[in-house]
T-cell receptor
Framework: DTEVTQTPKHLVMGMTNKKSLKCEQHMGHRAMYWYKQKAKKPPELMFVYSYEKLSINESVPSRFSPECPNSSLLNLHLHALQPEDSALYLC??????????????FGDGTRLSIL | RKEVEQDPGPFNVPEGATVAFNCTYSNSASQSFFWYRQDCRKEPKLLMSVYSSGNEDGRFTAQLNRASQYISLLIRDSKLSDSATYLCVAPDNTDKLIFGTGTRLQVFP
């Protein structure tokens, strides 16, 4: 069983909807990540939070808005998405985001479909 | 040169075979490396971390060659359940983890 929990597992939404993806970890990790993965491609980093502060935004469109309410929770707010945003969204956590890089542990993802 | 490069495969091997994958990385200052396995439509799962010359865990051995900037993953006595995509991961010069495109392994009876 994964120690990083993501909800919902599946989400279908229209282009005008607003929804949120949620991620929770109780491993005491201080770094949390959002990735996007398309079929047959590797995960692409979107955001990194380190000690509850946004440290990396990989030039992600503003229709994706991350939020880290506390050290265990990470949200991804979605608004006005496009069909090409349909993908598997993965949350991950690691001990910290410092050097050397530590292993990241992934949740089982939210499969998002935009109609 | 891509930051992390892998042969996409597929590698088709019979049960019981030994198979090895290589992965090259571009950041010579990288200190830590990882192999993940990913099953179809599932999340990546950490298989092995490599911080020094290598690591061994049961049938799996990872080796690091810093001079040539590659890491390898060796799987001995392949099982049907080993069929998956194996992702090589290394940090870039900003400490972000970069995923290779993955190597697909198919083990057949």
């Amino acid at each position: 069983d994964t120690e990083v929990t993501q909800t919902p597992k599946h989400l279908v939404m229209g282009m005008t909807n607003k929804k949120s993806l949620k991620c929770e970890q109780h491993m005491g990790h201080r770094a949390m990540y959002w990735y996007k993965q398309k079929a047959k491609k590797p995960p692409e980093l979107m955001f990194v939070y380190s000690y509850e502060k946004l440290s990396i935004n990989e030039s992600v469109p503003s229709r994706f808005s991350p939020e880290c309410p506390n050290s265990s929770l990470l949200n991804l707010h979605l608004h006005a998405l496009q069909p090409e945003d349909s993908a598997l969204y993965l949350c991950a956590s690691s001990q910290d985001a410092g050097w050397p890089s530590g292993a990241q542990h992934f949740g089982d993802g939210t499969r998002l479909s935009i109609l | 040169r891509k930051e992390v490069e892998q042969d996409p495969g597929p590698f088709n091997v019979p049960e019981g075979a030994t198979v090895a994958f290589n992965c090259t990385y571009s950041n010579s200052a990288s200190q830590s490396f990882f192999w993940y396995r990913q099953d179809c439509r599932k999340e990546p799962k950490l298989l092995m971390s490599v911080y020094s010359s290598g690591n061994e865990d049961g049938r799996f051995t990872a080796q690091l060659n810093r001079a040539s900037q590659y890491i390898s993953l060796l799987i001995r006595d392949s099982k049907l359940s080993d069929s998956a995509t194996y992702l090589c991961v290394a940090p870039d010069n900003t400490d972000k983890l970069i995923f290779g495109t993955g190597t697909r392994l198919q083990v057949f009876p």
